[in-house]
């Protein structure tokens, strides 16, 4: 097994399936937008982020087809083509993190320098603002309020020392009220925290179009879910977006992609205006409408996740049979009824493994397996400095073909094959681990049975 081919095959199979339920997400959630329940997209594309930062998929499959276990199939099996595509991969994924790191980095650097200039406001605007702080449920200093010069537009950032930041401005009592209720909401809706996860996930998948796509949606979909509790809670739209309209302008920057402001510009908000007229002009539905679309995405999720995985798995496992090297042996008929006198007590264990852990001193195991048409089966590994292991076997039904054999530490499968009663002693030419696999050609099913044991 090597490690830049799990990372890489970690990385791919992790952003197909947040990018297959973005894409679920996108096409059934229309119908949620349609029944008005935009908080609910809003929660579920902040769960839908998770999918892109943690391998949960990869995790399930590493444990069924890893070196630690014994598995079916190709998945995680090396090749020198496939050793030289994960080096080059990694080499292109850590530049690229690198490169994305650097300039996470340098939006929180000038975050925090510019968190010198803010300075506390007077305690009329301190009195308003913990005023609603009390109307939204919202411990008193858990958020500060500051104001500052280098600030034009009204804004919320910081993930571990929130601030609502005020330009140097004056505004009245009703314009102060609805700026802090829609500040507020933001942190209510934890969207900073989430601004900064998404920046990890462009971070590991900067070369996914649909991470990006993903930084989108979001930054539209959390004003419009704070636009909706807002505007309630300030009196209706059209007090809430007068105030809005009035005080939003141009500001732009690197370090604004983790805060959230007032309106980014002008169309910007005229698209909210927009939005959140149809929205209120739409009847909601009901909740078990609600709950069967959720429930229906979820379906469509897991199957499409399932298929997009199992396509993966046959790509990969197409590439490696494409790309391995086989060294075939010629067979010696005549070891079966030799080797087996000295195997006869391992054939009548009763507890089948494939494992030979060679670090407890182990020098044998037996296997039993059912093989389908055009499958294999391979052993865990075990590490060797050198010596012979030999193979006794055999398959019912005994006429059909099946290939034996090693796979070495640099990926080559060295094996004999034959039909039933198979016996073949393979030298263990350099240190290293190693696998034993079977693998069924014969065109049905077959159910096999054998030892495996280690010699100097």
Same mark, same amino acid.
């Given at each position: 097994?090597?490690?830049?081919?799990?990372?890489?095959?970690?990385?791919?199979?992790?952003?197909?399936?947040?990018?297959?339920?973005?894409?679920?997400?996108?096409?059934?959630?229309?119908?949620?937008?349609?029944?008005?329940?935009?908080?609910?997209?809003?929660?579920?594309?902040?769960?839908?982020?998770?999918?892109?930062?943690?391998?949960?998929?990869?995790?399930?499959?590493?444990?069924?087809?890893?070196?630690?276990?014994? /598995? /079916?199939?190709?998945?995680?099996?090396?090749?020198?083509?496939?050793?030289?595509?994960?080096?080059?991969?990694?080499?292109?994924?850590?530049?690229?993190?690198?490169?994305?790191?650097?300039?996470?980095?340098?939006?929180?650097?000038?975050?925090?320098?510019?968190?010198?200039?803010?300075?506390?406001?007077?305690?009329?605007?301190?009195?308003?603002?913990?005023?609603?702080?009390?109307?939204?449920?919202?411990?008193?200093?858990?958020?500060?309020?500051?104001?500052?010069?280098?600030?034009?537009?009204?804004?919320?950032?910081?993930?571990?020392?929130?601030?609502?930041?005020? !330009?140097?401005?004056?505004?009245?009592?009703?314009?102060?009220?609805?700026?802090?209720?829609?500040?507020?909401?933001?942190?209510?809706?934890?969207?900073?925290?989430?601004?900064?996860?998404?920046?990890?996930?462009?971070?590991?998948? /900067?070369?996914? !179009?649909?991470?990006?796509?993903?930084?989108?949606?979001?930054?539209?979909?959390?004003?419009?879910?704070?636009?909706?509790?807002?505007?309630?809670?300030?009196?209706?739209?059209?007090?809430?977006?007068?105030?809005?309209?009035?005080?939003?302008?141009?500001?732009?920057?690197?370090?604004?992609?983790?805060?959230?402001?007032?309106?980014?510009?002008?169309?910007?908000?005229?698209?909210?205006?927009?939005?959140?007229?149809?929205?209120?002009?739409?009847?909601?539905?009901?909740?078990?409408?609600?709950?069967?679309?959720?429930?229906?995405?979820?379906?469509?999720?897991?199957?499409?996740?399932?298929?997009?995985?199992?396509?993966?798995?046959?790509?990969?496992?197409?590439?490696?049979?494409?790309?391995?090297?086989?060294?075939?042996?010629?067979?010696?008929?005549?070891?079966?009824?030799?080797?087996?006198?000295?195997?006869?007590?391992?054939?009548?264990?009763?507890? !089948?493994?494939?494992?030979?852990?060679?670090?407890?001193?182990?020098?044998?195991?037996?296997?039993?397996?059912?093989?389908?048409?055009?499958?294999?089966?391979?052993?865990?590994?075990? /590490?060797?400095?050198?010596?012979?292991?030999?193979?006794?076997?055999?398959?019912?039904?005994?006429?059909?073909?099946?290939?034996?054999?090693?796979?070495? !530490?640099?990926?080559?499968?060295?094996?004999?094959?034959?039909?039933?009663?198979?016996?073949?002693?393979?030298?263990?030419?350099?240190?290293?681990?190693?696998?034993?696999?079977?693998?069924?050609?014969?065109?049905?099913?077959?159910?096999?049975?054998?030892?495996?044991?280690?010699?100097?």
């Amino acid at each position: 097994m090597s490690w830049t081919i799990n990372l890489m095959f970690l990385l791919f199979i992790t952003t197909v399936t947040g990018t297959v339920l973005l894409g679920v997400w996108y096409g059934i959630g229309r119908i949620l937008e349609r029944l008005g329940y935009i908080h609910l997209l809003h929660r579920i594309l902040f769960f839908l982020l998770f999918s892109f930062l943690f391998p949960a998929l990869y995790v399930l499959l590493a444990r069924y087809y890893g070196a630690d276990s014994a /598995f /079916f199939g190709s998945l995680f099996l090396k090749t020198p083509f496939l050793e030289r595509a994960g080096t080059g991969f990694f080499v292109f994924w850590l530049t690229g993190v690198c490169v994305m790191g650097g300039l996470y980095l340098y939006r929180l650097i000038k975050l925090h320098r510019r968190g010198r200039s803010f300075f506390p406001c007077e305690s009329r605007r301190q009195e308003l603002f913990d005023s609603v702080c009390d109307e939204l449920d919202i411990e008193r200093g858990c958020v500060a309020l500051r104001q500052s010069y280098e600030v034009q537009v009204p804004e919320f950032s910081g993930a571990f020392h929130p601030c609502t930041v005020l !330009p140097v401005e004056e505004y009245s009592d009703e314009e102060l009220r609805v700026i802090f209720i829609h500040e507020l909401t933001h942190y209510r809706q934890r969207d900073i925290w989430i601004k900064h996860l998404i920046s990890l996930a462009l971070i590991l998948h /900067f070369f996914n !179009p649909a991470v990006w796509w993903l930084h989108r949606l979001f930054g539209r979909w959390s004003e419009y879910a704070c636009d909706k509790s807002a505007s309630r809670r300030a009196g209706g739209m059209k007090p809430y977006f007068s105030v809005l309209s009035g005080i939003a302008g141009e500001q732009g920057g690197l370090e604004f992609y983790l805060a959230a402001r007032l309106a980014e510009n002008k169309n910007e908000l005229l698209d909210r205006v927009e939005y959140m007229r149809r929205m209120n002009a739409r009847k909601k539905g009901s909740h078990r409408t609600a709950a069967a679309v959720c429930m229906v995405m979820l379906a469509l999720g897991s199957v499409a996740v399932y298929e997009a995985s199992a396509g993966a798995i046959r790509e990969y496992d197409r590439i490696y049979r494409k790309t391995v090297t086989e060294v075939m042996e010629p067979r010696d008929r005549a070891a079966y009824s030799r080797l087996k006198e000295n195997t006869d007590e391992l054939w009548r264990m009763t507890t !089948p493994t494939v494992d030979i852990d060679t670090e407890r001193g182990e020098r044998a195991a037996i296997f039993r397996v059912t093989l389908e048409d055009n499958t294999a089966a391979q052993s865990e590994e075990f /590490f060797v400095k050198g010596g012979y292991v030999t193979i006794l076997a055999d398959w019912d039904p005994d006429d059909r073909w099946m290939r034996i054999g090693l796979i070495e !530490p640099d990926g080559t499968r060295r094996f004999a094959s034959g039909e039933g009663r198979f016996a073949h002693e393979f030298a263990l030419t350099r240190e290293g681990r190693y696998r034993i696999f079977l693998e069924n050609l014969s065109g049905r099913e077959i159910r096999a049975e054998g030892v495996f044991l280690l010699s100097d």
